[in-house]
């Protein structure tokens, strides 16, 4: 069974999340109603995960990501309020290590938060299963950071598409991968992160910052070009609707769920593949369930290439094992070198 603490400042919260987890079959073992006991607690109980509020009395949610961190890494599922503060907050708590964020309801609305009471439950399962052994800070880019070798001989296609789809743990690997690409290659580029609306905006602002291409959430009739990138908005498919002279124009599409999520990796993948020939490379990073294989495996079909991020590598080890499975891939690789991988992919190609 797994086990879990709880930490949050609000004793209606604190109880709520522990009747969810417990009718999901998660044995609440804690919890906390402070950062420092929250500390106290995920060192006593060593459990499988906890939940961590970002506003917390005595030390904030991120203080104490860092701690646990540094001195018993621990899976952690970040609980945030849907403001803007708290959205910085809640990367910044990624960057530290923690695995996913879920959002919380405004003030004490149990009502609400029964309403997630599934994607909870699911979502603390997975990040339960996340490996943060030899996980540290990744603040995007940095000078650790190493953009792959560009050689002016080095030949990149005309109007080159990256597709780059991610769950459970994605922000930062999507950051570091964006961060990574050559700015001379001219990808024009479609990110597919599972994430709420509120966050998507500021993610995408994030990655705008933080990379050398414009990058921006998506909105209904957006086109991209050379050096740009969209990622798609919370609550919306990223549809692609056609591809000429040099650019791509999208779409949010509200339709159906796939794979229980809104945006999905397969339906834009699956459009792009439809819309665009060629010179085209698609991506799976770590995250649960099966999204993005479907999608892949339509690039494929295309003529275009597939990487997947490797097992030591992801958070949780799940869409690209799918993905690896049922699709012939172009290339497994760590974290760390999916750039690497891209700009390989497609040095060379005709155009």
Avoid: C
């Avoid at 708590?93 to 699911?122: C, H, M, R, T, Y």
């Avoid at 339960?128 to 990744?138: C, E, F, H, K, Y």
């Avoid at 740009?228 to 498919?237: M, P, Q, S, T």
């Avoid at 597939?306 to 799940?318: F, K, L």
């Amino acid at each position: 069974m797994v086990r879990a603490v709880i930490a949050d400042d609000s004793a209606v919260m604190r109880e709520t999340l522990g009747k969810i987890l417990e009718d999901g079959g998660i044995d609440v073992v804690g919890r906390a109603k402070n950062g420092v006991e929250a500390i106290e607690m995920i060192a006593q109980m060593e459990p499988d995960v906890a939940t961590i509020d970002i506003q917390m009395p005595g030390l904030t949610g991120h203080e104490v990501i860092d701690r646990v961190m540094a001195e018993n890494p621990t899976p952690m599922l970040v609980i945030s309020s849907q403001t803007t503060r708290n959205a910085d907050a809640t990367f910044e708590a990624l960057e530290a290590g923690a695995v996913d964020f879920i959002a919380k309801p405004s003030g004490d609305n149990s009502v609400d938060i029964w309403s997630q009471q599934d994607q909870i439950v699911d979502r603390v399962r997975a990040v339960a299963d996340a490996d943060v052994s030899g996980i540290d800070a990744d603040p995007g880019r940095s000078e650790r950071h190493t953009q792959p070798t560009v050689d002016a001989e080095d030949e990149f296609p005309n109007d080159p598409t990256l597709v780059i789809g991610a769950s459970t743990g994605g922000p930062r690997v999507v950051e570091r991968v964006l961060s990574d690409l050559p700015e001379r290659a001219e990808f024009r580029i479609l990110v597919v992160q599972h994430m709420a609306d509120h966050y998507t905006k500021r993610f995408a602002k994030r990655l705008d910052e933080r990379t050398a291409y414009e990058i921006r959430e998506a909105t209904d009739g957006d086109t991209i070009g050379p050096g740009e990138g969209v990622l798609a908005k919370g609550g919306y498919h990223l549809d692609v609707t056609r591809a000429s002279g040099g650019r791509i124009t999208v779409a949010n599409d509200d339709g159906p769920k796939r794979h229980n999520v809104r945006p999905a990796i397969d339906v834009t993948m699956e459009a792009t593949a439809r819309r665009v020939s060629g010179n085209l490379v698609g991506v799976i990073l770590t995250g649960m369930g099966a999204d993005g294989a479907a999608g892949l495996e339509s690039i494929k079909e295309a003529g275009g290439k597939a990487i997947v991020q490797d097992e030591a590598t992801s958070r949780v080890y799940g869409m690209p094992k799918v993905a690896a499975n049922r699709v012939d891939v172009d290339m497994v690789l760590p974290g760390e070198r999916i750039a690497e991988g891209i700009t390989n992919a497609f040095k060379g190609w005709s155009a």
